[in-house]
């Protein structure tokens, strides 16, 4: 399995029946679309309608014994600056890698790595996701003006659909702790030179042990290194209800990252968010007023996984020399990225809050 980033350019082509051009995943319409003659395609009609999401096993794959269909090799080239796989049509030689803006001069080497099983097919088109993040530019009161008119005029997004894992697993979790009641008890304290009676919190444990059960569905893992990590949490929820069967027909005008976190990494943040869970599990198990855990032994079983692309709308603009990048929610709209901040602005704003405090500083004194 590879461990860098990759971004994979659609390679598949889709003919359009009626005049030959490639068809186009059209988000507005959820259909295949033709740019040049207008042509409809429904994915309904097609053989992958009838295709169900399954889980791999997770131990399986872990000794690499998935069946070869299940794989998949690509051809890609490496960022100078952030790292990221950039893959390119066969006759580009050099281009803009789309998470840092940084010129990419092909250097293809060949990825093995684990075939999607699912995508959340884009449902907001390119300029409605533009609009989205100038309108969030325009929330930043701080931010540059001449970045948000450079964010305005500049090139396009791109769609590019994020690699994540999500992991199936039955729980069940052995404790031991404490119950803790809480009862008051009065006291006498002086206060202001009198006696006064005070009640005073305190905590009466118990030893507390037994067993919890929990089957966790879809947890979700972020496989990219590409973009920061709290980016793409800001972009939650997604609503992994709608996760269609994964098909090449999706990304037809898109592109995909391939996944840097492997599986085996992905499961380790999977497991700490489980035992989070867990753990406010047997809290609540334990009761009362006050809980400790002193400890837990979990077993884990029937352990699946999924590898799924999410839709994201990217924008990488360089401006005085920063690199700044923004990414919207290709279902949802919402907005997520860096928070430039104008000096002249945060100076200025110095400069009215002394001046209203000095005004009010005034008038007050005048008043008393």
Avoid at 348 to 367: D, K
Wanted: hydrophobic share 40%.
């Amino acid at each position: 399995m590879s461990t860098e980033a990759q971004i994979q350019q659609a390679e598949h082509h889709f003919p359009c029946d009626t005049c030959g051009a490639d068809l186009r995943f059209d988000p507005a319409q959820g259909q295949m679309v033709c740019a040049h003659c207008g042509h409809i395609e429904s994915l309904d009609q097609g053989p992958w309608a009838a295709a169900k999401i399954r889980e791999l096993d997770f131990n399986t794959a872990l000794k690499g014994d998935l069946p070869a269909p299940e794989m998949e090799e690509t051809r890609v080239s490496s960022c100078p600056n952030c790292a990221a796989e950039v893959a390119f049509d066969p006759n580009v030689h050099a281009k803009e890698c789309p998470f840092c803006a940084t010129p990419v001069v092909t250097d293809t080497g060949t990825h093995r790595h684990i075939k999607p099983r699912a995508v959340l097919p884009f449902a907001l088109d390119e300029r409605t996701a533009h609009d989205a993040m100038n309108d969030w530019l325009g929330s930043l009161w701080f931010a540059p003006n001449g970045l948000q008119d450079y964010a305005r005029k500049g090139r396009k997004m791109d769609g590019i659909y994020v690699p994540y894992w999500t992991y199936d697993a039955d729980t069940t979790s052995r404790y031991t702790g404490e119950r803790g009641t809480v009862y008051y008890q009065t006291r006498q304290v002086m206060r202001d030179g009198k006696p006064t009676t005070v009640r005073v919190a305190k905590v009466r444990w118990r030893a507390a042990r037994g067993q919890v059960a929990r089957f966790f569905d879809d947890v979700l893992v972020l496989a990219s290194k590409s973009l920061p990590k709290r980016f793409t949490d800001g972009l939650a929820p997604w609503d992994l209800a709608a996760l269609e069967p994964y098909t090449p027909e999706y990304l037809a005008g898109f592109r995909a990252e391939g996944y840097a976190v492997t599986l085996e990494q992905g499961f380790i943040e999977a497991r700490a968010i489980m035992d989070a869970t867990i753990r406010r599990d047997i809290k609540f198990d334990i009761g009362g007023d006050r809980q400790r855990v002193h400890r837990v032994d979990t077993q884990i079983r029937d352990v699946t996984f999924k590898h799924i692309l999410l839709p994201v709308w990217l924008a990488a603009y360089k401006y005085r020399g920063e690199t700044y990048r923004f990414v919207v929610n290709g279902r949802t709209g919402k907005v997520q990225g860096e928070r430039p901040y104008s000096a002249i602005k945060i100076a200025l704003a110095a400069i009215v809050g002394l001046s209203v405090a000095a005004a009010v500083g005034y008038f007050y004194a005048m008043n008393q």
